[in-house]
């Protein structure tokens, strides 16, 4: 399977949510590389994993999160 990057926006204000969003996308399975922009609220993730998958992750972070791409 071909690795896929996905691109959210998710309402982080500083460093601890983004954090806090790189240790739980990090924990799915699939995930090869997170790259997050807090001044944009962008999380780029690249990886095998599903978006439902990552999106999932990305919410337990209680953060409002869309999907913008894949």
Do not use: H
Not at 35 to 60: E, H, P, R, W, Y
């Amino acid at each position: 399977m071909s690795s896929t990057t996905y691109e959210f926006q998710v309402a982080m204000t500083c460093e601890g949510c983004a954090k806090a969003v790189r240790t739980l996308v990090g924990k799915v399975p699939g995930v090869e590389e997170v790259n997050i922009d807090v001044a944009k609220k962008q999380v780029l993730v690249k990886g095998t994993a599903s978006s439902d998958a990552l999106l999932a992750a990305i919410k337990k972070t209680g953060k409002e999160t869309t999907l913008v791409s894949s």
